[in-house]
Structure formats: C-alpha cells, structure tokens
C-alpha cells in the first residue's frame, strides 16, 4: 500500500532534535505529523508576502484617501471654529436679545435644521453656494 509520501533525511541541531522529541511524546502525535505541520505553517505565512503583493496597492489607495478626507475634515473643523470665534467676537457687546428676537433666532435654526435633514435625506451632501428655493423662505 502506497502511501504518497516521500521520505527525507536532514539533521537537527540537538536543542531542536530535543524539543522536536518532546512535541512527538504527546498522544496521537508523531514527528512526521509535527514537522509537517510547523513545514506547512512557515510555507503559509511566506504565501503571506504574495497577499500583499496582491492587496498592498489596493489598501496603500485606500489609505491615502482616508488620509486626504482626514485633512478635509481637519480644515472643515478648523474653519468652522474660526468661523464660530469670530461670530462671538462680533456679538459680545450688542444687548442681550428681547425675546421676539430669540424666537425668530430659533425659527431660523429650526428651518436651517429641517433644510439640512432633507439634503441628508435625498442624498445631496455637497456643499452648495446658492441656497436651494426652500431656503429663501426663512
């Protein structure tokens, strides 16, 4: 009976013959079936560089867009921070407002609210320059 499989002789430094000895002596295991193992395992984590080769551009791609959508962010929040500084800046000494001026801030925020949930919800997330018709009647 054939059993497919080819017999090799090599030498083993004693430290590793010896740790090789203590592998096998457990149940069910045998050298043979250690080695081919530890063979297999190094065989697989070589393959390993071909994975890269194949998916390193594509993650390299992937990973200098997340880094440029990162610098967007990083100006957006940057400018929205000058820009809210300066509004205060502008408002600290007017008057407190009455409160028929609050209530029309606050209908004002609620309609820019609402305008923005609808953008959001039919997809439109760019930023426009020119307000939408919706917009003019706040």
């Known amino acids: 009976m054939r059993t ?6 090599f030498y083993l430094p004693d430290e ?42 594509r993650l390299d791609r992937l990973s200098r867009e997340q880094q440029r959508i990162q610098r967007r962010l990083d100006l957006i929040a940057e400018a929205l921070g000058v820009f809210i500084q300066h509004q205060l800046t502008l408002v600290a000494h007017q008057p407190p407002f009455d409160t028929d001026t609050a209530q029309l801030g606050m209908e004002r925020y609620r309609r820019f609210v609402e305008l923005v949930g609808r953008r959001l919800a039919n997809g439109d997330q760019t930023l426009k320059l020119a307000p939408k018709p919706e917009a003019e009647n706040g």
């Open 4 to 9: 497919f499989k080819t017999r090799h002789q």
């Open 16 to 57: 590793l013959s010896e740790k090789l000895e203590q592998l096998s002596a457990k149940p069910g295991s045998s050298k043979t079936s250690v080695l081919t193992d530890a063979l297999n395992a190094w065989i697989d984590r070589r393959a390993s560089n071909e994975l890269d080769e194949r998916f390193g551009i």
